[in-house]
């Protein structure tokens, strides 16, 4: 099984620029991409962006050009560059990885993330 560290969230000003790290530990399987999603109050869960160990990404259209993901291999982790938040981007924040070994999937607990004057 593997466990995700997340960063903790809290309350943001807009167009801060904050960090959101995750850790995966837990596994020795190889990983084939970690990213965040985000589910806003009443809402769905939906993707922010993903990166896979080769580079290559996946970015939301709501963010794109405002969040960058990257990555280092080496300590399983995937950083989140939230750039000009908005009041839209206010919502709960999931880290996932997705294994190479069957695509096994796991989710980070969440962190709340609330972007206000």
């Known amino acids: 099984q593997v466990q995700l560290v997340e960063s903790w969230g809290g309350l943001v000003q807009p167009g801060g620029s904050p960090i959101l790290p995750c850790a995966a530990s837990g596994s020795d399987c190889s990983i084939y991409a970690m990213g965040w999603y985000r589910q806003p109050l009443g809402k769905q869960r939906e993707l922010v962006a993903t990166?896979?160990?080769?580079?290559?990404?996946n970015i939301a259209d709501s963010v794109k050009g405002r969040f960058t993901i990257s990555r280092d291999n080496a300590k399983n982790t995937v950083y989140l560059q939230m750039n000009s938040l908005k009041f839209e981007d206010t919502a709960v924040y999931y880290c996932?990885?997705?294994?190479?070994?069957?695509?096994?999937?796991?989710w980070g607990q969440g962190t709340q993330v609330t972007v206000s004057s």
């Open positions: 996932n990885v997705v294994l190479r070994r069957y695509l096994e999937t796991y």
């Open positions: 990166i896979t160990s080769g580079g290559t990404t």
